[in-house]
């Protein structure tokens, strides 16, 4: 079984609506982030948190909120999805210790029409 | 704060040939580099990383990148590609007592057979 899971893998959404895509992940690590990749951009930062109780913004937090729910879950909601919003999202995870690596998910791949 | 340039968007390569992909960080303070690799329809995946020390770094699938702070750069290679090196190669730079990622726009790489 993959240890960073995301669902949907794929979705389809329409301009206004609200829609929240999820992050698992089974490594046992404290650290979580969420990342969207367009072409020519690279990944982007959307944010981060540290532990359960720590959440912070990324270099491009405008339009999107986050939950922790648990050590393993972090979930990114977009709160009225506008066609901008359409990319790549990747959820990675890591461990606590300097220059740690970071474990990356499948991916969702996002279109708002 | 850090950024990361990567001067080569697409690099055609012929298979069995070497390859060098370009990056180039910017940071005021000391850095840990990274260059992840990203297979078509998958998330990414770390190659190599250099914390400290040695200034030659070995990764997976015969990829190996050199630090060098004099000219700020941390330059991938491998002496002979093969087709299932076929992918999307991220530089990416984090800094001593902030653990956030900041990646390169990417290089794609395409094995010529």
């Known amino acids: 079984d993959a240890d960073v899971t995301q669902t949907p893998r794929n979705r389809i959404t329409k301009t206004g609506k609200r829609i929240m895509l999820e992050c698992s992940q089974t490594k046992g690590h404290d650290r979580m982030y969420w990342y969207r990749q367009d072409p020519g951009l690279g990944l982007r930062l959307i944010y981060y948190s540290f532990d359960v109780k720590d959440i912070n913004k990324g270099e491009i937090s405008d339009g999107y909120s986050v939950s922790r729910q648990a050590q393993a879950k972090f979930s990114l909601s977009l709160e009225s999805a506008i066609p901008n919003q359409t990319a790549l999202y990747f959820c990675?995870?890591?461990?606590?210790?300097?220059?740690?690596?970071?474990?990356f998910g499948p991916g969702t791949r996002l279109l708002v029409l | 704060a850090q950024s990361v340039t990567q001067l080569d968007s697409q690099v055609p390569v012929f298979e069995e040939a070497p390859v060098e992909l370009r990056c180039n960080y910017s940071?005021?303070?000391?850095?840990?580099l990274f260059w992840y690799v990203q297979y078509p329809n998958q998330g990414l995946q770390l190659l190599l990383k250099?914390?400290?020390?040695?200034?030659l770094v070995k990764g997976i699938n015969g990829f190996e990148a050199e630090f060098n702070k004099s000219q700020t750069s941390f330059h991938l290679r491998k002496p002979s590609v093969h087709i299932s090196d076929t992918a999307e190669y991220f530089c990416a730079v984090s800094v001593r007592g902030n653990e956030k990622l900041t990646f390169g726009t990417g290089t794609r790489l395409t094995i010529i057979p």
């Open positions: 250099y914390l400290s020390g040695s200034t």
């Open positions: 940071s005021s303070v000391s850095v840990y």
């Open positions: 990675a995870t890591s461990d606590w210790d300097l220059g740690e690596t970071q474990y």
